[in-house]
């Protein structure tokens, strides 16, 4: 067999690039967040910003590849074969676990997996040395372990989420003292002022402090040191002025111009502080090939002290690096959800909440809510009076038609979010902290958007609950980093290059399920015609939308309840557990679509009251056809769940001949409302009695069952049950067409007296 270390490598290199690309699908929220939820600059300008400050960033990462290297272990005491199994298992761990959170589309910390996968497979392999080491113990893990520079790191992460929150509510707080909400009518110099701190706080932080530790640095050190006050002093005065003159003379909007610098800027920061977290480890891996190879020493002799020594970065593999995220900006369609997940927990208007409340978010709500009336019982009443008018928001009246294409915040809000988090990530790149991104921008964006006010008794506690949900995800982040990579790393030490090669195809398996699972989700997402609320203005504008949403809806339930039929025929639990779990989705869209009825109606012309009746009518009668297959499925899975008798041939026998009746009403309704063709909703309607009789027909049969042969309980309150709610089923499904009919004729009729 050949070197096997060089097939690691090249393993390496490959996951290096996935995992480049399952990183920047994750990260690409903290700097596309507030260029995109402001809408101060359009999609394809926000993206080429972003583009060149994620290729400049990776040039200037070069100082945080040490951390990879030496920053969680003590690199001389393990051996050449030790740490490639190490590096090995980080990067099969760190690829996984940033794949799953990108398909439930929830930001994670790409610093904080890396961390603590390093950690957990150091602690991993340290322990198999310790154990085959006379005289060593437990307590001798830290002769391995880099403990004062771990910690560090850990704690420097954990600070991060409380000092950006905080200091991202003070800012914005001040901000919007400052401006208020009608930013068109604060005078200018306010604007050059706020632009003049913004953009020198941007420069120096980012442009200046980001050059430490990088081969540049040393080329403008002796115009820096020393002179940080005449720096900034000067910067301030210098861009001031330009933006007074941007504003007075073309009339420009200084606010669009800090989002467009500040996005450039945190891409950048992003870059050079994060990239350690996806080639840091190939290329330490690529160190250490490069030190043992040559030396005439075996794997498991040759310690690998020289990662310990400073090594200069390979500008053309960081260009390369760079490269790869900007490419996966562009075209990653799991950034694109992960990122809705951000906008959606900061926006400041109403609507759909994509997390449920949880008791510690009610719990955390009515705490602040406590707090909020102590305040006003302290603080006089023209103080609050005054405060409250600066977060007054101005009636914006436009075309219905452009109703939901309000920006999810204000620039204001957005340029902090950027200044705020790009000062942060900077120190910490200076100071060759990997802060996590991920949290320090993510807790930004709450800070600002609770000190603006956008969480209100409508979404406090769904916005909470969210924030919960994601800082939750962090520290999971961190068990499961650690558990899975010390893991990874013992079953290497194992099996060698051949676990590798196990766990490599484990990681393509998985990876390929991933996508494949994404694309469906996806597909069936894009399937989910959901009303435009903003377009439907006339009753036919929403017959014709509802149509497809209805078609769709009775399709899913004639093969839904076909399932549960043919399944509890069989008993078959598992295909019957699957198919309660289509019925939940079902159900979940049916009620985020009464969720929406509010914005619906609010968005319609006053001469349009007919139309919102139609709507509400139609919600209402989805909701009891949902109802009514939930209660059939759920039933039947508890019934074969808990083990009862099978039905009897006979029963089964009754439930078929409904069930061919059904499909075939429900085909004949699919096909009407597919092809609009509601001329034919009377052959339709014309089959109901005969259904409804044969439903009747199979009650009566189970009564006379009852007296003179049935003999279990059970099964008569399954049986019973089923056909009520069947009953209850057709009746919501005709009343539906029945709707739809009566409408369908009066627009016919309209048209006739016109």
């Known amino acids: ?444 964006a709450m800070g600002t958007s609770l000190a603006d006010r956008a969480w209100g008794r409508e979404s406090a506690v769904y916005r909470v609950a969210g924030v919960l949900n994601v800082v939750g995800g962090w520290f999971l982040t961190a068990f499961v980093a650690f558990t899975a990579a010390a893991t990874a790393a013992y079953l290497i030490s194992l099996g060698g290059i051949l676990m590798v090669a196990i766990l490599l195809m484990v990681v393509i398996g998985l990876m390929l399920r991933s996508s494949i699972k994404f694309s469906k989700k996806s597909k069936e997402i894009k399937k989910q015609r959901y009303i435009e609320r903003a377009e439907l203005i006339t009753i036919n504008g929403v017959i014709e939308e509802t149509s497809d949403h209805i078609s769709q809806v009775i399709r899913r339930v004639n093969k839904l309840y076909s399932n549960v039929v043919n399944d509890l025929s069989r008993h078959d639990l598992d295909k019957l557990k699957k198919n309660d779990k289509q019925i939940s989705k079902l159900n979940d869209e049916v009620n985020d679509l009464k969720d929406e009825a509010f914005y619906f109606i609010k968005s319609l012309d006053d001469s349009s009251v007919e139309a919102s009746r139609f709507y509400l009518l139609v919600l209402g009668y989805l909701q009891d056809i949902s109802q009514s297959i939930s209660y059939i499925s759920k039933a039947s899975f508890k019934h074969v769940n808990n083990n009862h008798k099978n039905l009897k041939k006979s029963q089964i026998k009754d439930l078929k001949v409904i069930d061919v009746e059904l499909i075939d009403i429900l085909d004949d309704i699919e096909r009407i409302f597919e092809s609009r063709d509601f001329d034919n909703l009377n052959s339709v309607l014309s089959k109901k009695q005969h259904l409804f009789s044969h439903v009747s027909t199979s009650i009566e049969k189970q009564i006379n069952r009852i007296r003179t042969e049935e003999s279990s309980a059970k099964n008569t309150t399954l049986y019973f049950g089923n056909l009520l709610e069947t009953k209850d089923l057709i009746n919501a499904i005709m009343n539906l067409v029945e709707l739809y009919q009566e409408f369908h004729l009066n627009l016919k009729k309209a048209k006739i007296d016109l």
């Open 1 to 444: 067999m050949g070197d096997p270390y060089i097939l690691m490598l090249v393993a390496l290199t490959v996951l290096a690039i996935i995992d480049l690309v399952v990183g920047v699908s994750n990260d690409a929220v903290n700097f596309l967040n507030s260029a995109i939820g402001s809408k101060a600059i359009s999609i394809k300008k926000i993206m080429i910003i972003a583009s060149v400050g994620v290729a400049v960033g990776a040039i200037t990462s070069s100082g945080m590849m040490e951390v990879a290297r030496k920053g969680i272990f003590v690199p001389k005491e393990f051996y050449f074969n030790e740490i490639m199994y190490i590096f090995m298992a980080v990067m099969i761990t760190d690829i996984l676990l940033l794949d799953v959170f990108n398909s439930l589309g929830m930001p994670t910390s790409t610093t904080v997996s890396i961390v603590f996968e390093l950690l957990g497979a150091a602690v991993a392999i340290s322990l198999i040395k310790i154990s085959a080491t006379d005289g060593e113990t437990i307590n001798d893990i830290w002769k391995y372990i880099n403990s004062e520079k771990a910690m560090q790191i850990i704690f420097g992460i954990l600070l991060s989420v409380v000092v950006a929150f905080s200091i991202g509510a003070i800012v914005q707080y001040i901000s919007r003292l400052i401006y208020s909400f009608d930013i068109a009518k604060r005078p200018a110099y306010i604007s050059a002022l706020f632009g003049g701190f913004a953009i020198t706080a941007i420069t120096y932080f980012i442009f200046i402090k980001g050059l430490k530790g990088t081969p540049f640095y040393k080329d403008v050190q002796h115009l820096i040191e020393g002179r940080t006050v005449q720096i900034m002093g000067i910067s301030f005065i210098f861009w001031t002025i330009i933006s007074q003159f941007l504003i007075k003379v073309f009339n420009f909007n200084i606010l669009k111009l800090i989002i467009g610098i500040g996005t450039f800027s945190l891409a950048m920061a992003f870059s050079g502080n994060d990239l350690v977290n996806f080639i840091g480890v190939p290329i330490a891996a690529l160190n250490s090939y490069q030190a043992w190879h040559g030396s005439g020493i075996p794997a498991d002799e040759f310690a690998m002290g020289i990662l310990g020594k400073k090594v200069p970065a390979n500008t053309l593999l960081l260009l390369l690096a760079g490269g790869i995220m900007v490419v996966t900006l562009w075209f990653s369609k799991k950034a694109k959800t992960v990122i809705e997940t951000g906008i959606n927990l900061s926006r400041q208007g109403e609507g759909h909440e994509k997390f449920q409340p949880n008791p510690l978010s009610r719990v955390v709500v009515r705490a602040a809510m406590g707090i909020n009336y102590g305040f006003q019982y302290l603080v006089p009443k023209n103080i609050i009076d005054y405060v409250d008018s600066r977060f007054q928001k101005p009636v914006v009246k436009l075309p219905k038609s452009k109703s939901y294409e309000m920006p999810a915040f204000d620039m204001v809000r957005a340029s902090v979010n950027l200044i705020v988090a790009g000062i942060l990530i900077s120190i910490g790149t200076s100071l060759k902290l990997p802060l996590s991104t991920t949290y320090v921008t993510f807790m930004v």
